[in-house]
């Protein structure tokens, strides 16, 4: 069974750009979230969506924008990127919004701007 | 503002020992609560999860919660070098809604 799967796995940005990281969750998993890890940090709540729908929402800038499709796959969406963006982003699946059980989490966008 | 402290670390357990690492969290209303343990350039694996008071095993790991003193820790028994990482702790406060809100992190280190 493959697993949470994100691309692409490195990326390096200009500041000012902008960028897409793409999620596809756990098969049968409808929501997905987003996670920032800065590094020597713990992971840092971004977005939660569920059945395409924005469920939950962290302190994050309006820069930072995500979708959830049909197939429940997901995009994170970072504009007018700035050096603190650096970071790895994580993607974690789930099979509800509820978080009971934890998350599976995919092996991450590690995104630099420079 | 939801908090979760862990201390940073490193630390250091002889290899066959039991490690032992803690948790405390601000938010009263916190209902779940995890651990993640996370390799060097790795991404976060679930080890445990635990909701109740008292103690939750599951092989080598023991999870162990006390909501009245707000703490949670996670021991590892007999102490492998594979062990050697970092552990996450994470809570949430029942929903989704809020995403986990995580400690920075304790770092592992087993000593052969």
């Known amino acids: 069974d493959a697993g949470v799967t994100q691309s692409p796995t490195h990326l390096i940005k200009t500041r000012g750009q902008h960028v897409t990281l793409r999620c596809s969750p756990i098969?049968?998993?409808?929501?997905v979230s987003w996670y920032q890890q800065v590094l020597g940090q713990g992971p840092q709540f971004i977005f939660q969506?569920?059945?395409?729908?924005?469920?939950g929402r962290g302190n994050f800038p309006d820069r930072f924008s995500a979708r959830q499709f049909p197939n429940y796959s997901s995009e994170l969406n970072v504009n007018a990127l700035l050096l603190g963006d650096s970071a790895l982003y994580l993607c974690?699946?789930?099979?509800?919004?509820?978080?009971?059980?934890?998350?599976?989490f995919g092996s991450g966008t590690r995104l630099t701007v420079v | 503002q939801k908090e979760v402290e862990q201390n940073s670390g490193p630390l250091s357990v002889p290899e066959g020992a039991i490690a032992s690492l803690n948790c405390t969290y601000s938010?009263?209303?916190?209902?779940?609560f995890f651990w993640y343990r996370q390799y060097s350039g790795k991404s976060p694996e679930l080890i445990m999860f635990?909701?109740?008071?008292g103690d939750k095993e599951d092989g080598r790991f023991t999870a162990q919660l006390n909501k009245a003193s707000q703490y949670v820790s996670l021991l590892i028994r007999d102490s492998q070098p594979s062990d050697s990482a970092t552990y996450l702790c994470?809570?949430?406060?029942?929903?989704?809604?809020?995403?986990?809100?995580f400690g920075k992190g304790t770092h592992l280190i087993i000593q052969p």
């Open positions: 974690a699946s789930s099979l509800t919004v509820e978080v009971w059980y934890g998350y599976t």
């Open positions: 098969s049968g998993h409808k929501s």
């Open positions: 969506y569920y059945e395409k729908e924005e469920r």
């Open positions: 938010d009263r209303g916190s209902q779940s």
């Open positions: 635990i909701y109740s008071n």
């Open positions: 994470a809570v949430n406060l029942g929903g989704g809604a809020d995403g986990l809100t």
